[in-house]
């Protein structure tokens, strides 16, 4: 059977539920004929918009990012909204958790990568190094899926422990906290930036003089 030749739903509100599945119900739940049940439709009427199941996964992610985005100005200090980009991608990350394994895997699967290029190019232009942005890049995309991934499994965790008697200590201090989780990441963000460009600036030591270099006798069977 081919592909309808009209749409009989639209891309947008497919990946509305499609979201909305995944949120509620886990990865596993998702699949083209539940997802035509919910949007009473035919599945294979959503071949009319994506080529597979993992199409429309992709279409998720990018609806769950839709507020992390490249500034349309250079005006704005790169280091704010850089950081500022990395809270939100966090944020969406808690909203959405059950996305964190998809989007684990988010530059083989080509997801957002025009919204990364974006980014890069505007770090360029705002005058960032160009041998630390990808460091950059690399490190708050690890720092946002770390904390949400780490903070989704804690949320996941149901199981009834008596915390006071059993480890006093961590309930205490658990009490206690006096930083947010909110602000702890924003901070932690911040430090990443400044220590990366930090160790980016700092002088390469020289290689030492060809004349310095030990005299090694390389085994025989090690030799050219």
């Given at each position: 059977m081919g592909r309808p030749k009209k749409p009989?739903?639209?891309r947008r509100k497919t990946?509305?539920?499609?979201?909305?599945?995944?949120?509620?119900?886990?990865?596993?739940?998702?699949s083209i004929r539940r997802l035509g049940d919910r949007l009473d439709?035919?599945?294979?009427?959503?071949?009319?918009?994506?080529?597979?199941?993992?199409?429309i996964l992709v279409g998720a992610c990018e609806l769950a990012l839709a507020d992390v985005r490249t500034p349309n100005?250079?005006?704005?200090?790169?280091?704010?909204?850089?950081?500022?980009?990395?809270?939100?991608?966090?944020?969406a990350l808690r909203r959405h958790p059950n996305l964190i394994p998809i989007l684990m895997r988010r530059h083989p699967l080509r997801i957002g990568l025009g919204e990364h290029n974006a980014t890069v190019g505007l770090l360029a232009v705002q005058g960032v190094p160009p041998g630390v942005i990808?460091?950059?890049?690399?490190?708050?995309?690890s720092l946002a899926l770390g904390c949400a991934?780490?903070?989704?499994?804690?949320?996941?965790?149901?199981?009834?422990?008596?915390?006071?008697?059993?480890?006093?200590?961590?309930?205490?201090?658990?009490?206690?906290a006096g930083i947010t989780r909110a602000k702890a990441f924003k901070v932690m963000a911040d430090a990443l930036v400044s220590g990366l460009l930090a160790e980016f600036e700092q002088p390469t030591p020289p290689l030492p003089y060809e004349d310095e270099l030990p005299n090694v006798t390389l085994p025989r069977d090690q030799r050219a």
């Amino acid at each position: 059977m081919g592909r309808p030749k009209k749409p009989l739903i639209s891309r947008r509100k497919t990946l509305d539920v499609a979201l909305r599945i995944i949120d509620e119900e886990g990865l596993d739940a998702l699949s083209i004929r539940r997802l035509g049940d919910r949007l009473d439709v035919r599945g294979i009427s959503l071949y009319h918009h994506f080529e597979s199941k993992e199409d429309i996964l992709v279409g998720a992610c990018e609806l769950a990012l839709a507020d992390v985005r490249t500034p349309n100005t250079s005006n704005i200090d790169w280091r704010e909204w850089l950081v500022e980009n990395a809270v939100q991608y966090w944020r969406a990350l808690r909203r959405h958790p059950n996305l964190i394994p998809i989007l684990m895997r988010r530059h083989p699967l080509r997801i957002g990568l025009g919204e990364h290029n974006a980014t890069v190019g505007l770090l360029a232009v705002q005058g960032v190094p160009p041998g630390v942005i990808m460091p950059l890049m690399e490190g708050l995309e690890s720092l946002a899926l770390g904390c949400a991934a780490y903070e989704s499994a804690v949320a996941a965790h149901t199981v009834a422990d008596n915390w006071q008697e059993q480890h006093p200590f961590l309930y205490r201090v658990s009490m206690n906290a006096g930083i947010t989780r909110a602000k702890a990441f924003k901070v932690m963000a911040d430090a990443l930036v400044s220590g990366l460009l930090a160790e980016f600036e700092q002088p390469t030591p020289p290689l030492p003089y060809e004349d310095e270099l030990p005299n090694v006798t390389l085994p025989r069977d090690q030799r050219a």
